[in-house]
């Protein structure tokens, strides 16, 4: 199995809402990551895991929660988003954070928030 | 800093029209530079991962080319099939903490 698996592929949520973002892999890979990608711009780090720990936070608003709960799975929870909040998020996965390895992206999920 | 620089932004060719695809980088301690193909709505797909000056990766009609200060991706006799977004990225390590720094893309567009 060489993907990353991501669902939903489209959510729409309000803003009072709660969701999550799942995302799978099943390469072995130790560690994942979470971007975010508006149209035309090139994906955007926001979380790091390496070996199922929290490794890199960019500064990302609390409303965006994430959670590791094996070396295959990780989540990202919602909550009180924002309009501007609405991209594509994508997660990825590599065999470790380090030595210059590629990254398999899953295809992502389109959120719009209203 | 840190800097990835692709260029151009966008660019048509005609189906068989040749061109090259430039990545320019600053980065102290380069890990790897690595080649990514996006199609509207979908993840980067991995292309190749070039890891020091003069090493090359061809896979059909891509070709990508890697110097001390930047990376080209030749396209050569191209269909229409390979109009999608092509990202560099580099992984540089800084004081023992790695960095993975995305260039902003090259929106190509190949006319049938």
């Known amino acids: 199995d060489t993907e990353v698996t991501q669902t939903p592929k489209h959510l729409v949520m309000g803003m009072t809402n709660k969701k999550s973002l799942k995302c799978e892999q099943h390469?072995?890979?130790?560690?994942m990551y979470w971007y975010k990608q508006k149209a035309k711009k090139p994906p955007e780090l926001m979380f790091v895991?390496?070996?199922?720990?929290?490794?890199i936070n960019e500064s990302v608003p609390s409303r965006f929660s994430p959670e590791c709960p094996n070396s295959s799975l990780l989540n990202l929870h919602l909550h009180a988003l924002q309009p501007e909040d609405s991209a594509l998020y994508l997660c990825?996965?590599?065999?470790?954070?380090?030595?210059?390895?590629?990254?398999?992206f899953g295809s992502g999920t389109r959120l719009t928030v209203v | 800093e840190d800097q990835v620089t692709q260029s151009p932004e966008a660019l048509r060719l005609q189906e068989g029209e040749s061109s090259s695809l430039n990545c320019s980088y600053t980065v102290s301690g380069l890990r790897g530079l690595f080649w990514y193909r996006q199609d509207p709505g979908k993840g980067p797909e991995f292309l190749f991962t070039?890891?020091?000056a003069g090493e090359e990766k061809e896979k059909e009609r891509l070709k990508a080319t890697l110097t001390k200060k930047e990376s080209f991706l030749h396209i050569t006799a191209p269909k229409p099939e390979d109009s999608a977004t092509y990202l560099c990225a580099v992984q540089a390590v800084t004081s023992g903490t790695y960095k993975y720094i995305f260039g902003t893309g090259t929106r190509l567009k190949v006319l049938a």
């Open positions: 990825a996965s590599s065999l470790n954070t380090g030595g210059g390895f590629g990254y398999t």
């Open positions: 895991y390496s070996y199922e720990k929290l490794s």
């Open positions: 070039l890891y020091s």
């Open positions: 390469m072995g890979h130790r560690a």
